[in-house]
Nanobody, 117 residues
Framework: QVQLVESGGGLAQAGGSLRLSCAAS????????MGWFRQAPGKEREFVAA????????FYADSVKGRFTISRDNAKNTVYLQMNSLKPEDTAVYYC??????????WGQGTQVTVSS
């Protein structure tokens, strides 16, 4: 099992910044990828960004490229999402996920991000 603790959500104005953190504990050796997904009201959960410790590769949704940056501290089993130039359409519940594509997957409880115009 893997446990995830998220923090850093909140309220920001358009153009502002927020930083999310997700600390993982437990059997993380089977889940090399750590990432963030989000779900806005009335919409499906969507991919935002991910980092794979296998080769340090990073992945981003087109909607956040150039504005969001994912980073990872492997020693702390923690992934961060720096969100800059926030837009009202970034408002959503953000979920941390640790997973192996096609394999084990664990989700955090979610943290609310609200961007006002």
């Amino acid at each position: 099992q893997v446990q995830l603790v998220e923090s850093g959500g909140g309220l920001a104005q358009a153009g502002g910044s927020l930083r999310l953190s997700c600390a993982a504990s437990g059997r993380t050796f089977s889940t090399p990828r750590m990432g963030w997904f989000r779900q806005a009201p009335g919409k499906e959960r969507e991919f935002v960004a991910a980092h794979d410790r296998t080769d340090s590769s990073e992945f981003y949704a087109d909607s956040v490229k150039g504005r969001f940056t994912i980073s990872r501290d492997n020693a702390k089993n923690t992934v961060y999402l720096q969100m800059n130039s926030l837009k009202p359409e970034d408002t959503a519940v953000y979920y941390c996920r640790v997973y192996r594509p096609g394999g084990d997957s664990y989700w955090g409880q979610g943290t609310q991000v609200t961007v006002s115009s």
